[in-house]
């Protein structure tokens, strides 16, 4: 299962690296707005994916540890929701739409989303949420330095983000005995 995970993250980590193949941003070029807005859906739509599967875990986890671990959850999902509303707002600044379309949001996420083939599996499922995470921590990373001083808002929001995802490696990694 985590062997089958790593290669469907190699793929959807290249997909999203895609949007950041085309070079630097400049904030006096109008296309790039256009840009900022395609990457920034990718983001909403994978901070909706986490939250969905945080969700999803925390009612179904089972166990004696369950909840310590469903509470974690409860509050990762929180603070992902937090971050979907926050650059849903900010696409909207800029003009664009926020594509909150559930249709696509699937494949337009960097993230999986995974419920658990057995619900006392406590470890597996935070195995699973640490790598989604990591995922996230990489490629926010990526837009980081992407966005550079093309646009210092988004800029910022994305570095309050990665630091938001980074507690929640940490959390995970807490609890993770693997
Ligand atoms: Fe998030
Ligand atoms: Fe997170």
């Known amino acids: 299962m985590p062997n089958e995970f790593a290669i469907d ?3 959807i980590r290249d997909d999203a690296r895609k949007h950041l193949e085309q070079g630097a941003l400049t904030s006096a070029d109008t296309t790039d707005v256009d840009r900022v807005v395609a990457v920034l859906n990718k983001v909403i739509a994978s901070e909706m994916v986490c939250y969905l599967r945080y969700t999803q875990n925390a009612i179904v986890a089972q166990g004696i540890h369950r909840e310590q671990v469903s509470a ?6 929180d603070e992902e929701l937090g971050h979907f509303q926050r650059v849903s707002d900010r696409i909207n600044q800029l003009g664009g739409t926020p594509d909150m379309n559930p249709a696509t949001l699937k494949e337009r996420a ?5 419920e658990p083939e057995d619900p006392s599996d406590l470890q597996g499922m935070i195995r699973e949420n640490l790598l989604g995470e ?3 921590i990489e490629v926010y990373t990526e837009i980081v330095h992407w966005l550079g001083d093309g646009d210092i808002t988004s800029r910022r929001m ?10 929640h490696a940490d959390e995970l990694n807490d609890l993770y005995e693997g």
Not at 72 to 77: K, L, Q, S
Not at 110 to 114: C, H, M, R
Not at 158 to 167: I, N
Request: aromatic share 8%; no cysteine; proline share 0%.
């Open 9 to 11: 993250i190699t793929r």
């Open 72 to 77: 974690m959850f409860v509050d990762h999902a």
């Open 110 to 114: 960097i993230t999986e989303y995974l």
């Open 134 to 136: 990591r995922v996230v």
């Open 158 to 167: 994305m570095e309050s983000l990665l630091k938001d995802e980074e507690d």
